[in-house]
């Protein structure tokens, strides 16, 4: 299962990709916010986040406005490897290298044509786990500094 989080500025955004991804067969699990009313994106990048780290979601995608909030919040957390992508190539490349589980949008940057292209690729792509980059997580850890 897939799940899926914004603020209010990703509200719409993260309605019309969980329809997009429904379609496509994807199980979507919706953590929130459930309206367009002001919201902190914090609460939901930690509610989204900790569904990834307890197991239950296999991966995460959380939408702002500009995606820099949900990704700064979701970072903090010890396990979480969120990717702020604006691109296809970005979505396919942190999945390949750095093994992330938390996509995160910016919905008043990147289109929904778009952004639905490399949710999709996001999940579809594969870690390679390749020794370097397996180094190279280990590395991001807090443990290593
Ligand atoms: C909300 O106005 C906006 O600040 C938020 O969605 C996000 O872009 C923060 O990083």
């Known amino acids: 299962m897939i799940g899926i989080a914004s603020d209010h500025g990703g509200f719409e955004l993260k309605n019309a990709l969980t ?4 379609k ?6 919706d953590y929130g ?8 994106y914090p609460e939901y990048a930690y509610i989204l986040c900790d569904a990834v780290l307890s197991g239950e979601c296999e991966k995460g995608i ?30 396919q490349a942190t999945r390949q290298h750095n ?6 949008l910016g919905a008043r940057v990147t289109g ?3 952004a639905c292209m ?3 690729t996001f999940l579809k792509t594969e870690f390679s786990g390749e ?10 850890d807090a443990e290593y500094r």
Do not use: P, W
């Not at 329809?19 to 429904?22: A, F, G, M, N, T």
């Not at 093994?99 to 995160?104: F, I, P, R, T």
């Open 19 to 22: 329809e997009y991804l429904k």
């Open 24 to 29: 496509a067969g994807v199980q979507v699990e």
């Open 33 to 40: 916010c459930f309206s367009m009313e002001a919201c902190d």
């Open 62 to 91: 959380l939408i702002c406005g500009t995606g820099i909030g949900m990704s700064m919040a979701a970072n903090r957390m010890s396990g979480i490897r969120a990717a702020l992508c604006g691109d296809v190539f970005s979505a």
């Open 99 to 104: 093994d992330a589980n938390v996509l995160c």
């Open 112 to 114: 929904e044509g778009l």
């Open 118 to 120: 490399i949710a999709e």
């Open 131 to 140: 020794k370097r980059h397996v180094g190279r997580i280990r590395k991001i």
